[in-house]
């Protein structure tokens, strides 16, 4: 894709700033919500539990809350999530001012978090596309800002604060994550308008699921994009469901260290984001994504051999810079070549795929860390990622990139046909 000096226009800043302060809060609960497990059990099992609750509704409703939204105004998806996790956090919030909180708690609130985030997630991403007219250049500059305010935040500034709070009361990191939702709403209902789906007659909810998952899974491209981050989540899973008894156990780290080795990789995640672009360019995105996913491959290899906590954080700041780079290139490319009125069901179900791989991978670092040893689900994590490059290099090579832009060109034939699209509704 190609640079492009247009400004974006001035609803793209309001919807930056809105999803910079909710990453914060998001940010504040990675961090504390792992620790706070680690105060009621160090069973990796029951840790693996919390962490796989949150990827469930992806499992569950994926492919339809993507069909949903698509019927849906998604400016009022977007601000309704996020008003429901404000007021579910403070259910947590509560039972631990009054020291009620367990693990099955902790469960159920991860999960119906990850149920909001599934519908205000699937409502942002094809809201985006809509804002900036299908440009492929502004789109690939504002999945940039927004990916680096998201890693700058949740990662950043998030995982310290976390832990910090944590410190002054179990409920307090609760309480700012939920005051981030409330604001993110207030600043959602502020964006403008853009044109609500088109109702499609006659056809059922099932059908039009149908028709989005089918999408993905006869486009070479699409399902590309799709099985990176799929397998990417059985591998991150993996090492995240271990990483802080990893970082405890064998690196020494306390409770202020490991935000301060989540920061890491978030510092290498801007770095990732703010290169992107250029990687696209001198590289052709789909050599430039095939070149990251074998940089996070490696990383997570040299953060399971790291003999101190020096450089495992940097293996997670390599780790960072390969996602932040893949999560501004993939996106984008997505955004520009998928039509409107399927993007809510392509987007979730290339999520869908992705977060399902999530339990697995949570519950394979439980299992293995359980039955052999603690740096076992990160050298098992750095085999998935390097094998799933291999394997995905070919889907989205610069050929095949290029091929998909041009058939979704305005001007090009392919982009109108209204037939093709009336036999993806009718399967």
């Not at 310290?160 to 604001?183: I, K, Q, T």
């Not at 994504?289 to 495992?312: K, Q, R, S």
């Not at 689900?377 to 832009?405: C, D, H, I, K, Q």
Request: hydrophobic share 55%.
């Amino acid at each position: 894709m190609t640079s492009d000096v247009r400004k974006l226009p001035t609803g793209f800043g309001r919807l930056w700033t809105a999803q910079t302060v909710s990453s914060l809060g998001d940010g504040v609960t990675h961090a504390a919500l792992p620790l706070l497990a680690l105060t009621l059990t160090r069973d990796p099992m029951a840790l693996a539990v919390v962490t796989a609750a949150g990827t469930l509704p992806w499992l569950l409703f994926g492919v339809l809350g993507g069909a949903l939204v698509d019927r849906w105004d998604r400016r009022r998806t977007m601000w309704v999530a996020d008003t429901a996790r404000a007021v579910l956090l403070a259910i947590p919030a509560a039972a631990a001012a009054l020291d009620a909180l367990c693990i099955p708690l902790l469960a159920a609130v991860a999960f119906l978090l990850g149920l909001g985030g599934l519908f205000f997630d699937t409502a942002a991403t094809a809201y985006l596309p809509d804002l900036l007219r299908r440009d492929p250049a502004l789109l690939e500059r504002a999945n940039s800002r927004l990916r680096g305010a998201q890693t700058a935040m949740s990662g950043f500034a998030g995982p310290p604060a976390g832990s910090a709070l944590l410190a002054l009361g179990r409920a307090v990191p609760l309480l700012a994550d939920a005051m981030s939702f409330a604001l993110s709403a207030l600043l959602v209902r502020t964006l403008p308008a853009t044109p609500r789906p088109a109702p499609q007659a006659h056809e059922s909810l099932l059908r039009q699921a149908r028709a989005g998952a089918s999408y993905v899974f006869r486009d070479r491209v699409l399902l590309g994009l799709a099985l990176r981050p799929a397998v990417g989540n059985i591998a991150f899973l993996a090492v995240e469901t271990v990483l802080a008894l990893f970082a405890h156990d064998r690196l020494g780290i306390d409770t202020f260290g490991f935000g301060l080795l989540l920061t890491a990789e978030a510092t290498g995640g801007l770095l990732g984001a703010a290169i992107a672009s250029f990687l696209g360019r001198r590289l052709g995105t789909g050599t430039a994504l095939t070149c990251t996913a074998a940089v996070e491959g490696l990383a997570i290899l040299g953060l399971a051999a790291a003999p101190n906590p020096y450089a495992a954080g940097l293996a997670l700041a390599v780790c960072g810079a390969g996602m932040g780079a893949t999560m501004v290139l993939a996106p984008s490319l997505r955004q520009a070549i998928v039509p409107a009125h399927l993007m809510g069901r392509v987007a979730s179900t290339s999520r869908m795929l992705s977060m399902c791989a999530a339990p697995i991978g949570a519950f394979l670092g439980g299992w293995l860390a359980t039955t052999h040893d603690i740096r076992t689900p990160l050298y098992a994590a750095a085999g998935l990622l390097l094998a799933m490059t291999a394997v995905t290099a070919s889907m989205t090579s610069n050929r095949r990139v290029e091929a998909a832009l041009h058939a979704a060109a305005p001007d090009h034939p392919a982009s109108k046909d209204p037939a093709q699209e009336s036999a993806l509704n009718s399967l």
